[in-house]
Nanobody, 121 residues
C-alpha cells in the first residue's frame, strides 16, 4: 500500500495551492483520509479529514474557511485546496488513511511521503 502526496511548492501569502493524495493498492474510498503537516521544530498536527462513506469533513481551527478537503473516489484521490495561504502554513504536508474520523495521527495507518509547502513573499 502506498500513498503519494503531491502539489506542494512555493506560494505567496494570500495565494493558493492544491495538494493531491493518490493511493496505490488501496481504495481510498474505503478509508478516512486525513491531511497532516509538520513545520520545522514543531509537532505534527492534523489539518483536515474526510470521511469514507458520508463525505463528512472536519478542519483544524486555523484552516477553517481557507482549506477544503475533498475526494474523488473514481480517481482514487483526495485533495486539499488551500486558499489564502499564510506564512504559518509553511510545513511538510502528509496524507494518511485510517478508520477513525480524527485529527489524531495515531489513528492513521498508511502514510504518504510528504510534500513541502512554503508560503513566503
Amino acid at each position: 500500500v502506498q500513498l503519494q502526496a503531491s502539489g506542494g511548492g512555493l506560494a505567496q501569502p494570500g495565494g493558493s495551492l492544491r495538494l493531491s493524495c493518490v493511493g496505490s493498492r488501496i481504495h481510498l474510498g474505503d478509508y478516512v483520509v486525513g491531511w497532516f503537516r509538520q513545520a520545522p521544530e514543531k509537532e505534527q498536527e492534523g489539518v483536515a479529514w474526510v470521511g469514507s462513506l458520508n463525505g463528512k469533513t472536519y478542519y483544524e481551527e486555523s484552516v477553517k474557511g481557507r482549506f477544503t478537503i475533498s475526494r474523488d473516489d473514481a480517481k482514487k484521490a483526495v485533495y486539499l485546496q488551500m486558499n489564502n495561504l499564510k506564512p504559518e502554513d509553511t510545513a511538510v504536508y502528509y496524507c494518511a488513511s485510517g478508520a477513525d474520523e480524527s485529527l489524531n495521527p495515531a489513528y492513521y495507518w498508511h502514510w504518504g511521503q510528504g510534500t513541502q509547502v512554503t508560503v513566503s513573499s
